[in-house]
């Protein structure tokens, strides 16, 4: 609310000494004319402003007092400041001037006795208030009316136009508008000295960071990185005490990121994380794309079979036409790509380390290929297969950093060699039951400065690091081309899959008994409540033990029992959608209840639910990436493997965005051509 002035002013004779004036708000309020609890101001020509003990003193302006009122909410704010009213000035302190006009009055011809009521405004003296009033704005405006002679005419000029005596704030007050401009705009957007980019300014950025940052994957990690069993929010491993080996020699403390195994690299790239160590292996496509660190450790991949089969296969020669899993994204899958072109080996990949070995046990796959520190760990835990002892080839771990962090990566390869030198990786490998007759060797090589390569036994001329991105394209575009026929072959056969079920659950909910339309409505309610992933996981590793379903079985009837629930629902409300009368008259005629379904209810359900059937079979096309946990290697899964392999996403994402797109469009042009000839003629 503004400041509520009032000047009240009585005629009190016929003279013509003086002159009359009224200055007015917007808004004019009565005030307690004797209230001794309400403090005076009064101005004038004649009066000067408050006295030095702060109270009011008594002013006058051509005989007419000038008086300033405020509601009990404005109490709250305290004024600083004199105000001297003539003809044409006025002088203020501790406030900006007001944005009001003097409005000119029609001069009296008489001498006014005025009657004033008491002031409500707050006394200066009381400084607590005062100091909080400079940081407040003003009023609405004021609008004062100077006095002028009898008969005479004067202009409307703006306040801020007229002299000003003074514009010095007092001090406190001063104080206070510099700390409510702290407060609201905050120590980064206060006027300095300084340039912006001072001395201070680079000491903070030049400032050491106390974290060392670096990324992992728990899951399935053992010995790398694992969540520890009596404390689930940590995580314990081999990696762990390396990372806070290398944290403690930069000074800071090793904080951990939980990122997927096969996204630590991109998660480096991006600069989520200082460092990637999880098991993480050198290879060739990671010293093109990242700063590499020295090895820290060398393992050897191996082959397992089951016990049963030790003697027959010894060799990936001898598992030609035999499938043979492995972990996504390593040196392992790319030996059996490999031995797949020359040996005719079938390869199946992974996401983890824990399922290759039980379905090797159960009968899934011939034989498993992975690093000899995940298969020794495993046969402590799982038993029914023999790690053969020939090496198929031989890796190193590593850390990996961005491009642009190589003055970190030299820092982390000294403190290494330091560990390797005092002693330090040896315990920590020992204390984890992985230190063998190859580490004292690979310390040895690396602490007299001689190179190691990133694999030995893997011809690294084929890898899509080596190659240019036109040529790595044009490799992995027949098998992105098989994938994606992986993927239609698999949408379209769980898409008629979920019709037929899903069909059937809409009639038993809308024709069948009470107890029918329970058991379907509560099968609905399951599917829809739980994630497809899980169901995926409980039909293929979940029933292993009772049912074998192989992978393809597995992902058909995942999909096509999940997307049965949401068919479902779109086809029972399309057939309560048709009008009851149209049922009615089927039924007069004669028709019974299988007839009216069939000829007259189910196809302009039908008409109805095509729209929603076609968002569900390109929802189902881009779900079925979801498989690949079972094994199934489709569009998204190779598109991943390309990417991973060649250390960019742009031209597999690209290519992969493209196939997908092929695959949908063609299936909506087609329901929008059905949509329009079935479409009812209006008029």
């Known amino acids: 609310m503004g400041v509520e002035q009032q000047l009240h002013c009585r005629n009190a004779s016929q003279s013509a000494a003086g002159t009359t004036g009224l200055v007015r708000s917007a808004r004019i309020r009565p005030v307690p004319r004797r209230d001794p609890s309400h403090p005076r101001i009064r101005f004038g020509a004649r009066g000067g402003t408050t006295s030095a003990s702060g109270s009011p003193r008594r002013v006058t302006s051509s005989g007419c007092p000038v008086r300033f009122t405020r509601s009990n909410a404005e109490r709250q704010v305290a004024l600083n400041f004199e105000t001297e009213i003539s003809s044409t000035r006025i002088s203020?302190?501790?406030?900006?001037?007001?944005?009001?006009?003097?409005?000119?009055?029609?001069?009296r011809t008489r001498a006014s006795r005025c009657r004033r009521s008491k002031a409500a405004i707050p006394s200066a003296s009381r400084s607590n208030r005062a100091r909080r009033s400079s940081t407040r704005r003003l009023p609405s405006p004021l609008h004062l009316a100077p006095p002028k002679a009898a008969g005479s005419r004067q202009p409307r000029a703006a306040i801020a136009d007229l002299p000003v005596e003074s514009t010095a704030v007092p001090h406190q007050s001063v104080r206070a508008l510099l700390a409510a401009a702290f407060v609201c705009l905050g120590p980064g957007d206060l006027p300095s000295d300084g340039p912006p980019d001072g001395p201070a300014e680079a000491l903070h950025a030049a400032e050491p960071p106390r974290v060392l940052r670096w990324a992992g994957d728990p899951e399935g990690g053992a010995p790398f990185v694992e969540a520890d069993p009596s404390q689930p929010d940590r995580v314990v491993g081999f990696d762990?005490?390396?990372?806070?080996?290398?944290?403690?020699?930069?000074?800071?403390?090793?904080?951990?990121?939980?990122?997927?195994?096969?996204?630590?690299?991109?998660?480096?790239?991006?600069?989520?994380?200082?460092?990637?160590?999880?098991?993480?292996?050198?290879?060739?496509?990671?010293?093109?794309?990242?700063?590499?660190?020295?090895?820290?450790?060398?393992?050897?991949?191996?082959?397992?079979?089951?016990?049963?089969?030790?003697?027959?296969?010894?060799s990936l020669a001898d598992l030609r036409g035999r499938i043979v899993g492995t972990l996504g994204d390593t040196i392992a899958y790319e030996i059996l790509l490999n031995a797949q072109r020359e040996?005719?080996?079938?390869?199946?990949?992974?996401?983890?380390?824990?399922?290759?070995?039980?379905?090797?046990?159960?009968?899934?796959?011939?034989?498993?290929?992975?690093?000899?520190?995940?298969?020794?760990?495993?046969h402590r835990t799982v038993r029914g297969f023999t790690i053969q002892p020939q090496t198929v080839a031989i890796g190193h771990y590593v850390g990996v950093l961005a491009p642009e962090n190589a003055a970190l990566r030299d820092s982390l390869n000294q403190i290494l060699l330091g560990g390797m030198r005092d002693g330090t990786l040896e315990r920590i490998f020992r204390k984890w039951a992985v230190w063998n007759d190859d580490q004292p060797q690979l310390h040895a090589r690396l602490l007299a400065g001689e190179p190691v390569p990133a694999v030995v036994g893997l011809d690294s001329s084929a890898s899509v690091a080596t190659m240019s991105r036109w040529d790595a394209a044009t490799r992995y575009f027949p098998s992105l081309i098989r994938a994606s026929a992986v993927t239609i072959v698999l949408s379209c056969l769980s898409m008629g899959l979920a019709v037929a079920i899903g069909v059937a659950i809409a009639t038993g909910r809308v024709y069948g008994g009470r107890l029918a339309r329970t058991t379907l409505t509560a099968y609905v309610e399951l599917i829809r409540g739980t994630p497809i992933l899980l169901q995926l996981f409980v039909l293929y590793y979940g029933l292993a033990a009772a049912v074998r379903l192989p992978a393809f079985v597995a992902a058909l009837l995942g999909l096509a029992l999940n997307y049965a629930a949401y068919e479902s629902e779109i086809y029972r409300s399309a057939l309560e959608a048709i009008p009851v009368g149209q049922l009615e008259a089927a039924r007069t005629l004669g028709l019974s209840e299988r007839q009216v379904l069939a000829l007259v209810r189910a196809p302009q359900?039908?008409?109805?639910?095509?729209?929603?059937?076609?968002?569900?079979?390109?929802?189902?096309?881009?779900?079925?990436?979801?498989?690949?946990?079972?094994?199934?290697?489709?569009?998204?899964?190779?598109?991943?493997?390309?990417?991973?392999?060649?250390?960019?996403?742009?031209?597999?994402?690209?290519?992969?965005?493209?196939?997908?797109?092929v695959m949908s469009l063609p299936l909506a042009v087609l329901a929008r051509r059905l949509e329009q000839r079935w479409r009812t003629p209006q008029g």
């Open 92 to 107: 203020y302190h501790g406030q900006r001037p007001w944005s009001s006009r003097l409005a000119p009055q029609r001069s």
């Open 240 to 314: 762990v005490e390396v990372a806070a080996l290398l944290a403690g020699g930069l000074g800071r403390t090793a904080r951990f990121l939980n990122v997927e195994f096969r996204s630590i690299d991109q998660a480096i790239a991006r600069g989520d994380a200082d460092i990637g160590m999880s098991g993480i292996e050198d290879t060739p496509a990671r010293r093109a794309t990242l700063a590499v660190t020295v090895p820290y450790y060398e393992f050897r991949e191996v082959l397992s079979v089951r016990d049963a089969d030790r003697s027959r296969f010894r």
């Open 343 to 378: 040996h005719g080996v079938r390869v199946v990949s992974y996401d983890d380390d824990v399922h290759p070995y039980s379905d090797l046990v159960i009968g899934r796959v011939d034989a498993v290929l992975l690093d000899n520190v995940l298969a020794e760990r495993r």
């Open 605 to 661: 359900a039908f008409r109805l639910a095509l729209a929603p059937m076609t968002n569900d079979f390109v929802a189902l096309l881009k779900d079925s990436s979801l498989v690949s946990v079972l094994t199934v290697v489709e569009l998204t899964k190779q598109t991943q493997i390309f990417a991973t392999n060649l250390g960019s996403w742009v031209i597999p994402g690209s290519l992969c965005a493209a196939l997908y797109l």
